[in-house]
């Protein structure tokens, strides 16, 4: 059969020689057991395929041994991509070959097997997409719990996280802009380093046991130094901590607590003494600087303005005055005998939380202090550092109660007579020229130079103006145990006050 069809080839057809044809595939299958469907050549040319002797099946001449295969032995499982939508058997019955023999050989599955199994391939599809969904569930769930129990993730860290990080620093240029403004004038800053140098903390002691604490002022190199006198009242030893920490031993040169000034020395060398101003010169409104130790809050400073002039203060409860400076800078408990400095780093004042608290009567008001002005502090300073008391202070040498307090504490009866006037006296100083008169401890005194007594501002009231040695003419009266009451008069000497308490 080869020789004739060799014989009807024309010279454009494929020679035979390049590929195995259909007639020599089937020689091969011959020759060969094919295990797909486990039977021999000759079994299947016995088999009617409507294929003659002496014909080739359309399409198969010139075409390789594979497609020659193919068209005989077609896959039952695949469709025609003709007719994609028909059945294997149909292509099949289309052929010539008997259905059975082309879908059913031996050890190939039937029809309803190849459904059963399509069926067990779409069931195991969506089991495992059923494995895949549950698996994503499952990690974002765990995501989630593991994101709960570490801390949400941020820039990359969670929590527990071991983090470095590198913090660079710089010094402040060096440059004294930072300390005088353009008018030449310290701000804040340059007034801290120009004056806190010169301004000390006072340690009070009494028998060993610390019993207050203030500031102070440095006016000279060799040690000495202003403060307050009720930072240092009943002390019998003091400490006096310099800017730079350095400690010594302090000695009180005197005080007046009349004006709240005291005067102390250290014996030190080559200290910065503050640069005093001219309290004069000061303005409302101008900015300021209060400079000590608040709370003992060594080298503290605040600002603010001055907010009034020539304000007229007490410092104690008498009324004996003295000329402030109100101002809002904050002075509190420590900033006692510390600086009131202007601009330029001169002491304008002496800061004193004893006539804020004086003035205010127990009324707390924010932003209200008082400085005594440098002016009205000098000649009490420059006497202290000079003689340790003041000149001019009288005493009449006496100890007494008002009457209300009088009759609380002595437990004595005031004559109603008396009209809520009078100072009882319980005792007499050796050297009061009242002890060489009939007065005597337990008399009443109602009036001192025809003005009524009843209370310590009172009684410096009625001896306003006197100097040491002048005499005051006193109505006194003496109650009996009875109640009875005798009424006298005297007159007695004022006498010179050096202690600093009158």
């Not at 014996?267 to 900015?287: I, M, T």
Request: hydrophobic share 35%.
């Amino acid at each position: 059969m080869l020789d004739e069809l060799q014989e009807h080839m024309t010279e454009d057809d494929v020679p035979i020689e390049q590929e195995p044809m259909a007639s020599d595939a089937a020689e091969e299958i011959s020759s060969e057991p094919s295990d797909a469907a486990h039977t021999s050549a000759e079994e299947l040319k016995s088999r009617d395929y409507g294929i003659s002797d002496h014909e080739e099946p359309d399409g198969l001449i010139g075409k390789p041994a594979s497609a020659a295969a193919d068209v005989l032995f077609p896959d039952p499982f695949e469709q025609s991509e003709e007719h994609p939508s028909e059945t294997a058997a149909e292509d099949a019955e289309t052929a010539g070959i008997p259905v059975t023999d082309a879908l059913e050989p031996e050890g190939m599955p039937s029809s309803d097997g190849a459904a059963a199994l399509a069926e067990k391939k779409n069931i195991a599809g969506i089991v495992m997409m059923i494995l895949i969904f549950l698996a994503v569930v499952g990690f974002s769930v765990f995501c989630i719990i593991w994101d709960i129990r570490k801390g949400s993730p941020s820039n990359g860290y969670v929590a527990g996280d071991v983090v470095s990080v590198n913090i660079g620093q710089q010094r402040k240029p060096v440059s004294k802009e930072s300390m005088v403004d353009e008018s030449g004038r310290y701000t804040v800053a340059g007034i801290a380093e120009a004056v806190m140098p010169s301004i000390v903390e006072i340690y009070t002691y009494q028998k060993g046991e610390l019993i207050g604490t203030g500031s102070g002022i440095l006016l000279s190199e060799d040690g000495y130094l202003v403060t307050n006198a009720h930072v240092v009242a009943n002390g019998d030893s003091y400490n006096v901590t310099l800017h730079d920490d350095r400690k010594f031993d302090g000695t009180l040169m005197g005080h007046d607590s009349k004006t709240d000034i005291a005067v102390m020395k250290i014996e030190a060398s080559g200290l910065q003494p503050a640069v005093l101003g001219d309290s004069d010169e000061v303005q409302l409104g101008e900015e300021v600087c209060a400079l000590g130790n608040p709370a003992r809050l060594s080298g503290s400073i605040s600002s603010g303005i001055v907010s009034g002039l020539n304000r007229q203060i007490q410092a104690q409860s008498n009324t004996y005055e003295m000329e402030c400076i109100q101002t809002d800078a904050a002075i509190s408990s420590g900033n006692s005998g510390g600086a009131l400095v202007n601009r330029y780093g001169q002491v304008i004042g002496i800061t004193s939380s004893k006539y804020t608290s004086n003035f205010m009567m127990g009324v707390s008001y924010e932003g209200l202090g008082f400085a005594i002005t440098i002016n009205a502090a000098l000649p009490i300073i420059k006497e202290l550092i000079e003689q340790g008391y003041v000149s001019g202070r009288v005493r009449i040498g006496i100890q007494f109660y008002e009457a209300a307090v009088a009759a609380e504490t002595e437990g004595v009866t005031v004559p109603e007579e008396f009209g809520g006037k009078g100072i009882l006296v319980v005792g007499v100083d050796e050297d009061s020229d009242l002890a060489k008169t009939t007065f005597k401890p337990y008399d009443w005194i109602l009036e001192m130079n025809g003005k009524s007594v009843s209370d310590y501002e009172s009684v410096l009231e009625a001896i306003k103006g006197c100097g040491a040695g002048d005499s005051i003419h006193a109505h006194c009266a003496t109650v009996d145990s009875e109640g009875r009451v005798t009424y006298y008069e005297i007159d007695f000497t004022l006498l010179e006050d050096t202690s600093g308490e009158y």
